[in-house]
C-alpha cells in the first residue's frame, strides 16, 4: 500500500532563499517568510502573510494549508551544517 505524500508536487525548500541578513525567506514569488518562533529542538520558523498568499498564481504549488499560509522550518544549525556540506 502507498504511503500519501502531501508535499508531492510542491515547490522543493530549495527554491525558497534563505535572507542571513534580514532572518526571513524569500518565496518563488518575491514575498517574504518572516521569523516567528523557535522550538523545543532548535528550529526556527518562518511563515508566510497568507493574505498576499491567497491571491499568488504558485499557491497551489506552494501548500496545501487551509489558512494559504506557507511554513518553512530551519533548524538553528542550519548554516554550520551548510558550510559543511560545501
Given at each position: 500500500?502507498?504511503?500519501f505524500h502531501p ?24 514575498e517574504k517568510l518572516?521569523?516567528t518562533t523557535t ?48
Open positions: 500500500h502507498r504511503r508535499t508531492r508536487g510542491l515547490f522543493e525548500k530549495w527554491k525558497f532563499k534563505y535572507d542571513s541578513e534580514h532572518d526571513h525567506y524569500i518565496c518563488p514569488n518575491g518572516l521569523y522550538d523545543r529542538k532548535g528550529y526556527r520558523f518562518y511563515k508566510s502573510d497568507p493574505k498576499k498568499c491567497t491571491s499568488c498564481p504558485f499557491l497551489e504549488r506552494c501548500t496545501r494549508s487551509k489558512n494559504h499560509q506557507k511554513v518553512i522550518s530551519r533548524h538553528i544549525w542550519e548554516e554550520y551544517k551548510e558550510k559543511i556540506r560545501q
